[in-house]
């Protein structure tokens, strides 16, 4: 008997909330491993376990419970979902809406033998909070620059989280200001393990014999079952989420998950839904088991930032990708690909981390990594190909916002200015500096924290530009106060480090759309 195809990428992995047949004898589900997807760029190779891992038990978990699934390799996801059809002799194709603008092309303009139907991917039922349309209209309801807090107030009021009588819980909206404290002698919670299953040993067997990849599948333990994900999310909610609101902005030594969630991959793959991460979290806050601030600023990362961030990118693409403002276009050095090559401790520190993970968490992403391609003026696209290869949580449609428009500036549509610091901002939420080859309290010479110098070469390459912001033209006053020779010194020490810096040239190739 002919049915309809049920095509489920890795995006769509919960088990109650898929686009799967409404009975497991309404129809057929495929699964597919794109070769060309798989190699369009060399990701991390604990990624791509992640994400083969995860589909191959959720495969597993409906022909428990009794659907029909074909899991099949094929060159591309178009031709996987054609060869399905046609063995199958389906009537018709389901699927999600694909997040990532390529794919999302590529099945709009397919000529399938039957008919297509793509379904939202968010609002009831699906796996974000907002319709693509209705995240797309509360951004545009917005005059000039896109600003997340206005987004953020409206979802706060438009779902009722946090908010006691139509007024923002503790009198509040953001609670930001009181989440930047050092964690100089606090030592974060240990995280556990999660145990690979059999079927994740597979992948890693297999995975680790793929050429041009990066990094090692040793140590994998991201969560690939809906079951593992609730695990992570329970020992978030026992162990860190009390002080998540402090140290959300610190970095120590030696320390990867510090108060994070660990949840993005999760949420990403949608073994999680974010609303399910929200109640819980407000749940604590209602216990007596979490304070405000911590509270407060997970959940303005969920259902403010994530949901914001999913919207812009709709919103800016495609030309998003090409977006250079600053018109930077240093290659990116290569220690960012060989992290052993850097002398600074905080780059290491990140650097390994996401050599070693597949991750570095916000504040690494920010403020080190997209803080030093900012002022070192890296090529964005460059910067971007690197997020989106080395991040076990990178996704197009969530990395391009946060590295293009967040880290880089490169997209100025939704930050009023760049996040620019010099090695002070580091000393003083890291215990980086001590033990870093390089001293922060240098401004210049050889011995100077690079930031310190790479920060007034791009104020003042810039200065045309950034003057026109009030926060930052303030800034330009100690840098006037100088000395013409303590300026040139500077300006020098910036050019000696930028030159030192060697391009990667690993030879890998990067295809944006290929799927
Ligand atoms: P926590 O710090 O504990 O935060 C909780 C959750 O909030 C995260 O799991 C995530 O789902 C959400 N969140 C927080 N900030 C953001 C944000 N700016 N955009 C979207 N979601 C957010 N996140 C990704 O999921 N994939 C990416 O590829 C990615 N690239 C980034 C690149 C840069 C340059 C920056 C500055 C941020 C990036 N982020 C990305 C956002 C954020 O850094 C990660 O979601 C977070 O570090 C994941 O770790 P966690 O789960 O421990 O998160």
Redesign the pocket.
């Known amino acids: 008997m002919s049915l309809p195809l049920y095509f489920v990428g890795p995006w769509d992995l919960h088990p109650d909330l898929a686009c799967v047949p409404p009975s497991p004898t309404a129809g057929t589900v495929v699964l597919i491993e794109s070769r060309a997807k798989g190699s369009a760029l060399p990701y991390h190779r604990k990624k791509l376990v992640m994400i083969l891992s995860a589909m191959h038990h959720f495969a597993e978990d409906l022909r428990a419970r009794g659907y029909t699934v074909d899991v099949v390799r094929a060159e591309t996801y178009v031709d996987g979902i054609q060869q399905t059809i046609d063995n199958r002799g389906a009537t018709e194709v389901h699927a999600l809406t694909p997040r990532e603008w390529g794919l999302a092309q590529a099945l709009e303009k397919a000529t399938f033998s039957v008919p297509l139907h793509l379904h939202e991917d968010g609002g009831p039922g699906g796996h974000f909070l907002l319709t693509k349309q209705e995240a797309l209209d509360l951004l545009s309801a917005q005059k000039k620059t896109l600003r997340m807090d206005v987004f953020y107030r409206a979802m706060r009021k438009r779902f009722g989280v946090l908010m006691a009588e139509g007024k923002p819980e503790g009198g509040k909206w953001s609670y930001d200001a009181d989440n930047r404290k050092p964690a100089k002698g606090v030592t974060p919670p240990p995280t556990s393990v999660v145990q690979p299953t059999p079927l994740t040993q597979k992948m890693m067997e297999r995975v680790s014999r793929w050429p041009n990849h990066w990094g090692q599948v040793d140590g994998f333990d991201w969560p690939v079952t809906r079951a593992q994900a609730l695990t992570v999310l329970s020992e978030?909610l026992d162990q860190r989420l009390p002080q998540?609101g402090d140290y959300?902005d610190a970095m120590l030594n030696g320390e990867v998950?510090m108060?994070?969630?660990?949840?993005?991959?999760a949420?990403?793959l949608s073994l999680l839904h974010?609303m399910e991460?929200i109640a819980a979290v407000e749940a604590r806050y209602a216990e007596g088991r979490a304070p405000l601030n911590a509270v407060e600023g997970?959940i303005r990362?969920?259902l403010g930032?994530?949901e914001?961030?999913?919207a812009v990118y709709w919103r800016q693409m495609p030309g998003m990708r090409s977006a250079n403002h600053l018109q930077a276009n240093r290659p990116l050095p290569k220690f960012f690909w060989e992290p052993e090559r850097t002398k600074m401790k905080c780059m290491s520190e990140a650097l390994s981390a996401v050599k070693t993970h597949g991750?570095?968490?916000?504040i690494q992403?920010?403020m080190i990594?997209?803080n030093f391609a900012l002022l070192a003026e890296v090529d964005p696209i460059e910067v971007s190909h690197w997020?989106?290869a080395g991040?076990v949580?990178?996704?197009e449609w969530?990395?391009l916002?946060?590295?293009h428009g967040?880290?880089l500036y490169a997209d100025p549509s939704f930050t009023t200015k760049p996040y620019a610091a010099s090695g002070n901002y580091i000393n003083k939420m890291s215990n980086h500096c001590r033990g870093c080859h390089y001293k922060v309290k240098d401004k210049t010479g050889p011995t100077a924290c690079p930031f310190n110098p790479l920060f007034w070469n791009f104020m003042v390459r810039h200065r045309e530009l950034l003057t026109q912001n009030p926060r930052l033209s303030r800034l330009y006053g100690n840098w006037d106060r100088k000395t013409p020779e303590a300026q040139q010194e500077a300006i020098q020490t910036a050019q000696d480090f930028l030159d030192s810096l060697e391009p990667s040239d690993h030879g890998w190739s990067f295809h944006d759309d290929a799927c």
Do not use: C, K
């Open positions: 978030f998540f959300q998950w108060w994070h969630a660990r949840l993005s991959t949420l990403n974010p991460l997970l990362q969920i930032w994530r914001f961030i999913r991750y570095a968490h916000h992403r920010l990594l997209g997020f989106w991040f949580d990178a996704y969530v990395e916002p946060n590295v967040m880290a």
